[in-house]
């Protein structure tokens, strides 16, 4: 386990063994600093990065004093980052500020269910809690599965008319394994990276990067552990590239 405070992983937490195919959580809360329980274990607060865990479904729970605790459940891909970005009620709110709503750009004849459940339209906004969420596309014979994130009071767009294999995809590096740390900068959300004939800028946080000029999408957004910057592994091979 990687994380923001560097306690042992209990022995009852969901560690595969040496030989098993493991995947990681990376958890933020808003506020910060809640403890956080997966299948049960404590971990440690938010934010914090939790690997070695079991390919499949998973559950976590957060709890902060004054606010309300939340459960989710999530999956874990091998060789990837779980993305879980939590919005906590404060306790005695009413809390329908803490939602937003999700509007689908979809292929025509495309299905979805979001959260396990096909919403009544998609052909407008569908009212959702703050916080990460899935939905399972099918289209012919294509089906996937994507998570995304609903910021509070806010409508966020979900593009789903692209194929998954034109995505970045999911499994995340410290760019400091690849590309020499000098030629990596970061200031406060900013980051630049500049290595041979490339050029890399973006922000902590924000899933849109530039590099060489051109814009890109990544998932999971960049984020900065322990004094690293993580990038999906295709973006550090890009750059570590000549053409």
Not at 210 to 226: K, N
Request: glycine letters at 8%; aromatic letters at 4%.
């Amino acid at each position: 386990m990687v994380a923001a405070s560097a306690s042992p992983v209990p022995a009852s937490s969901p560690v595969p063994g040496a030989n098993e195919v493991s995947g990681s959580l990376y958890v933020t809360s808003l506020p910060s600093g809640a403890d956080l329980w997966v299948d049960g274990v404590h971990m440690g607060q938010t934010p914090m990065l939790v690997g070695a865990l079991y390919r499949g479904r998973h559950t976590l729970t957060l709890v902060k004093s004054g606010w309300a605790t939340q459960d989710a459940a999530f999956r874990v891909a091998p060789d990837s980052v779980a993305m879980q970005n939590r919005y906590l009620v404060r306790l005695g709110s009413a809390g329908p500020g803490r939602d937003g709503a999700a509007l689908f750009h979809l292929s025509p004849g495309t299905k979805i269910r979001v959260d396990g459940i096909a919403p009544p339209s998609t052909a407008e906004p569908l009212p959702l809690r703050a916080g990460t969420h899935e939905v399972e596309v099918e289209l012919n014979a294509l089906r996937y599965r994507r998570e995304f994130t609903i910021l509070p009071e806010m409508t966020t767009e979900v593009l789903l008319r692209d194929a998954p294999t034109a995505r970045m995809p999911s499994v995340v590096a410290p760019v400091d394994s690849q590309i020499p740390a000098a030629s990596i900068t970061v200031q406060r959300t900013k980051f630049i990276i500049r290595y041979h004939e490339h050029l890399a800028v973006g922000h902590l946080g924000d899933p849109n990067i530039r590099v060489d000029a051109q814009s890109i999408r990544i998932e999971p957004a960049p984020v900065l552990l322990d004094g690293k910057l993580y990038l999906p592994v295709d973006i550090i091979t890009l750059l570590t590239g000549t053409s």
